[in-house]
Every structure is written in C-alpha cells, then in structure tokens.
C-alpha cells in the first residue's frame, strides 16, 4: 500500500540558508500534518492543513511557512536556518482530522 | 491543555521478560485519541495503536497489549517475551477533537539485552 513520501530523506544546510521540505500524502488523504523532532526529543506539532487550507497551527516558527498544494503534497519551506533547527521532519497524512494517520519516514535536516 | 507523562525514561530487559511501558495523560476533553508508537534506531516513527475515550475495551496484538483505563487516565502498554528488536523508543500521545494534532509524551527508552 502507498504510504505517506517524504523528500528529502536527508538535507545538510548551512546556517542562513533556506531548505524546501516535501511530503507526499497517502492519496486520497486531504489532511497533512508536520511535525519537528530534535534530538533525544519527542515531535512537536507544526502545523496543518485541510483541503489545502492551514487548520491548526503548533509551535512553527515565523521563519517557516507551509502551503498545501492542489495534489495535496505539502512543502515546509524553512529560511534562516540556526543550528537548532537540526532535526528529523515528520509529515503524516489523514482523510480527515479524526481518522487514523500515518507518518512519513521523515526528512533529517542537519544545519552546519 | 493536554500532557502526557511516561514516567520511565529508560526500561532495560533481558530476552523473553516481560516489560510494561507506563503513560498517564491529562485532559478536560470528554473525546480524545490515544496513540502509542514506535521509533526504532532508524528513526521513522511507527504506529501501533490508536484508541479512543469511549473504548475501554483491552486489546491484544501478538505479543503487545495495551490496558486503557479512563478512571486513572493511564493507557499502558505491554510486551511479552520480549525480543532484541523490540528495542527502540516508544511514544505515547493524546489527540484531542483534532487527532492529528497529536501531544507526544517525552518517550520510553526500552534496551532488550538477549
């Protein structure tokens, strides 16, 4: 069965430099969440989004942003990275908010 | 707001013992999703269980368990006859009306030794 497509799998950034997260949905999911899991860490809610609209938002810094596209995938586009932004990216999907959910095998950001 | 404790930060067993991973959870809403998962050393996250508040009932799968028990907001989770691929790192989480906006507890560290 399809699951839910993260790219990329690993990304290296240098501090001040931006970064472009993908996450494909399991189709015919309409909700995809992200999701930020530092080291040693357990994952912190980000943001949503629903039928291509934000429907709840976490702990997301002002320097990320995030958009769900027509297809459903969902990009987390991140500037000015600092060193503490090094950390796995999840993204998870669901047909609608209430039904069961899946993550991604999320994208490890390594800021230097 | 909602918290999650899993008061055991780290669990150590020999092989083929029994283990029970501890979660107790706080929160005003009367409909809620517990969540338990998995994150093995190659770090993606792997669901397990998801419950809801209205169903009490124990469920078995393999050699998991989980025990809800909305009188002391606990939903634990037990492996029998462990094995050394078990070890990994297990959350538990609370999901209110929206599910997907899931508070994860700080994790259970289990070391299966064989």
């Known amino acids: 069965a399809a699951g839910v497509i993260q790219s990329p799998r690993h990304l290296i950034k240098e501090k001040r430099e931006t970064a472009t997260l993908k996450c494909y949905p399991i189709?015919?999911?309409?909700?995809v969440y992200w999701y930020q899991q530092g080291p040693g860490q357990d994952p912190q809610f980000l943001i949503s989004?629903?039928?291509?609209?934000?429907?709840d938002k976490g702990s997301i810094p002002d320097r990320f942003s995030a958009q769900q596209f027509s297809d459903y995938h969902s990009e987390l586009n991140m500037s000015s990275l600092e060193l503490g932004d090094s950390a796995l990216y999840f993204c998870a999907s669901s047909l609608q908010a209430n039904y069961g959910y899946t993550f991604g095998s999320g994208t490890r950001l390594t800021v230097v | 707001a909602q918290k999650v404790t899993q008061a055991q930060t780290e669990i150590s067993v020999v092989e083929k013992e029994d283990v029970t991973l501890d979660c107790v959870y706080e929160?005003?809403?009367?409909?809620?999703?517990l969540f338990w998962y998995k994150q093995p050393p190659s770090g993606e996250l792997v669901f397990l269980i998801r419950?809801?508040?209205?169903?009490?009932q124990n469920e078995i799968s393999g050699r998991y368990s989980w025990n809800f028990q909305k009188s002391t907001s606990s939903f634990n989770f037990t492996i029998t006859a462990s094995q050394v691929v078990d070890s990994a790192v297990y959350f538990c989480a609370f999901g209110g009306t929206n599910a997907g906006k899931s508070t994860f507890g700080d994790g259970t560290t289990l070391t299966v030794k064989p």
């Open positions: 189709p015919r999911h309409d909700t």
């Open positions: 929160t005003r809403d009367t409909t809620y999703y």
């Open positions: 419950r809801n508040s209205f169903d009490e």
């Open positions: 989004f629903y039928e291509k609209m934000q429907s």
